[in-house]
């Protein structure tokens, strides 16, 4: 059942990452809600290469949404991140973010939407990150907010959304059972966000009743900041 509230009919958006959990959700969503939808993922781009992100939107001649959610995490102490996997982490959760973006703003009509997929780890730290990862989502913040500044004038509207744990297979990966259920217990509403509960407000951030809203950074958590 389609109980989606905006109506995207006629917008073209891109998905960064766009294959499992919260992106993933986000194609679906879009899609249901009549939007043309295509992604970006590790089948048809490597996003941490400048070269292959070039040949992807070579064939692209308009989009009036970008979502950039895009990311991979390792639970490691510092003392355990090789400087090859610091690379990694940054070129893939922030470094594709700045250049996708860019790519994007050169065929983005004015009045497009951005939002950028950072972390509560980028806000506080991470009990299931490492610091590359944190590092990563502090500065997806930073960059959203000085874009935001440069398109203004364009009416273009980029904002930041700042999920807590959330259902996904990503969560999953790094946290054993009991490692989960503490973590739910330190969270305010008493358990981790459902996806959609993600989804819902990336999808009002690209409807026009945010178009007042840019630069801003909404937090999704539970209450844990």
């Not at 470094?95 to 983005?108: A, C, D, G, H, N």
Request: overall charge negative; proline content about 1%.
């Amino acid at each position: 059942m389609n109980n989606i509230k905006w109506d995207f009919s006629g917008k073209v958006v891109l998905v960064v990452g766009d294959t499992r959990g919260i992106g993933k959700s986000v194609v679906e969503k879009f899609s249901l809600a009549g939007a043309d939808v295509f992604g970006i993922n590790s089948s048809n781009c490597d996003i941490s290469n400048k070269k292959d992100i070039d040949v992807y939107f070579e064939d692209l001649e308009s989009i009036d949404i970008l979502i950039n959610v895009a990311a991979v995490n390792y639970a490691k102490k510092i003392q355990n991140i090789s400087f090859e996997e610091w690379d990694e982490v940054l070129n893939t959760n922030l470094r594709s973010y700045f250049y996708i973006t860019k790519k994007v703003l050169e065929i983005m009509s004015d009045g497009g939407k951005i939002v950028n997929v950072s972390s509560i780890a980028g806000r506080h730290r991470s009990l299931t990150s490492g610091s590359h990862y944190t590092a990563s989502k502090a500065g997806i913040i930073g960059l959203t907010k000085q874009i935001a500044y440069e398109v203004s004038n364009r009416n273009i509207n980029v904002n930041c959304v700042c999920p807590s744990q959330t259902d996904t297979d990503m969560l999953k990966e790094s946290m054993t059972k009991e490692k989960l259920e503490y973590l739910e217990s330190t969270i305010p509403l008493g358990r981790i966000a459902k996806v959609e509960e993600q989804v819902y407000p990336i999808m009002f951030l690209c409807s026009d009743e945010a178009s007042y809203i840019t630069g801003t950074t909404l937090d999704i958590n539970g209450g844990q900041l």
